[in-house]
């Protein structure tokens, strides 16, 4: 296994690095005041262009076409320029390799019709739209697929659809122009049979979007929103894939976005740490400054460890997905998404802790890190999810194991016989 950046790797993570300090950065305050009033951000489609221009568009997508916009980069070495993105909430649309317009053009790459590829995946291609997943239902344990009860029924040349969705992130950008919204056109088939995925327009009669839902009274713009399906009419070939095959096609585009979420959540967590480094040198209490208490210096060097540790776990995953696919690396998938969500909450939390009260406030990205960390132990499956898969794999690989661990086991001489 070799996770060493390559000679492009180390080329383009300094050029999305400077690009990120020379022109994101200072946007970040005018971000905050435009999105948050829900507009469209002035400056975006500006620096979006200025990002293609300098070949920093598109970098997420290894089966990148000729004649597709965009750099092509395996997993491995993206992951690193994900991290970097992942130190502002937002850097990721810039260079159009934001979530989850990523998921959904990998969807469209693989399974999308030439008439669909040129009316959907063109226009997010080349950063003209954005788009949404809809798959969390408010009434069921969406980490079991198969409990979705939104319903995609046939009638004649057009599908029908009705139901409930929540935490749909993206649908309320005010540049959302469509969803993939995955439902039940077989809800007594085979379990993994009977979800399918359909491309339904935002703008079509039926879809209300209800309300863009606060999380931990955070509202994120381009938000978690609520949306109801009443009779929405789309045409029959809007039908992505065939029908059955939604599970297939939700498994496959979750395996390298779980690597995105993973990267961008270490670039957030170095982010957290450099601040806790700095306050720390700079900050006295008692006489001393910061760092000079063990307690603080404690949680530098395990914040550092922690990192580290999960920057490897991620770069292997990585690595496999190149090199074998995600479902050989669907262990790995599971432990990462278990793994870096909890590291990125703990370094957070000490860095705030360091920070004192500040650290609750807006005047640092604290408290957005902090809630992003928590908020990850859910999406795309909660914790115990993935542990369960873990635990599952772990025991049927017992049973190929040559010999017994039991052999290992040495009693004390009076039980022997």
Not at 166 to 174: D, K, L
């Amino acid at each position: 296994m070799d996770f060493a950046y390559s000679a492009q790797t180390q080329t383009l993570r300094g050029r999305v690095r400077d690009f990120l300090d020379n022109y994101i950065v200072p946007r970040i305050a005018q971000w905050q005041q435009e999105a948050g009033d829900g507009k469209r951000v002035s400056f975006m489609a500006d620096l979006k262009a200025l990002a293609r221009e300098e070949g920093l568009w598109n970098l997420f997508l290894p089966s990148l076409a000729e004649n597709e916009p965009g750099t092509r980069l395996s997993n491995l070495e993206y992951a690193p320029l994900a991290e970097i993105m992942g130190r502002v909430s937002w850097a990721s649309e810039v260079f159009n390799c934001n979530a989850p317009d990523t998921g959904n053009m990998e969807l469209l790459h693989m399974f999308a019709t030439e008439a669909q590829r040129e009316r959907w995946l063109c226009p997010l291609m080349n950063g003209e739209t954005r788009s949404a997943f809809a798959m969390t239902e408010p009434d069921v344990a969406s980490s079991d697929a198969s409990n979705i009860q939104t319903l995609i029924r046939r009638d004649g040349d057009q599908y029908i659809i009705n139901g409930r969705k929540w935490f749909i992130t993206n649908a309320s950008h005010p540049d959302c122009d469509f969803l993939i919204v995955m439902g039940k056109t077989d809800p007594e088939g085979d379990a993994k049979r009977q979800q399918s995925m359909i491309i339904v327009p935002f703008d079509t009669p039926g879809v209300e979007l209800v309300r863009n839902i606060p999380v931990m009274h955070h509202l994120a713009p381009e938000g978690h929103s609520e949306l109801l399906f009443r009779d929405v009419r789309v045409p029959a070939s809007n039908l992505l894939g065939s029908e059955g095959d939604g599970f297939m096609m939700a498994q496959a585009r979750l395996g390298p976005g779980r690597v995105h979420h993973c990267m961008r959540a270490i670039g957030m967590a170095e982010l957290a740490l450099e601040l806790m480094v700095d306050r720390a040198q700079e900050r006295k209490t008692f006489g001393r400054y910061l760092h000079q208490h063990g307690s603080i210096s404690d949680w530098i060097a395990r914040s550092r460890m922690e990192i580290e540790q999960a920057r490897l776990l991620v770069l292997k995953t990585a690595w496999m997905i190149d090199e074998v696919g995600a479902r050989e690396a669907r262990r790995e998938i599971a432990m990462i998404k278990a793994v870096v969500p909890t590291m990125l909450g703990n370094v957070v939390d000490r860095a705030m802790q360091v920070f004192g009260a500040m650290g609750l406030t807006p005047d640092t990205p604290l408290a957005d890190l902090w809630i992003a960390s928590r908020a990850l132990r859910i999406a795309d499956g909660p914790d115990e999810v993935h542990l369960r898969s873990i635990a599952r794999m772990e025991i049927d690989g017992s049973h190929g194991r040559r010999g017994s661990s039991s052999d290992y086991l040495t009693p004390p001489d009076s039980l022997r016989r």
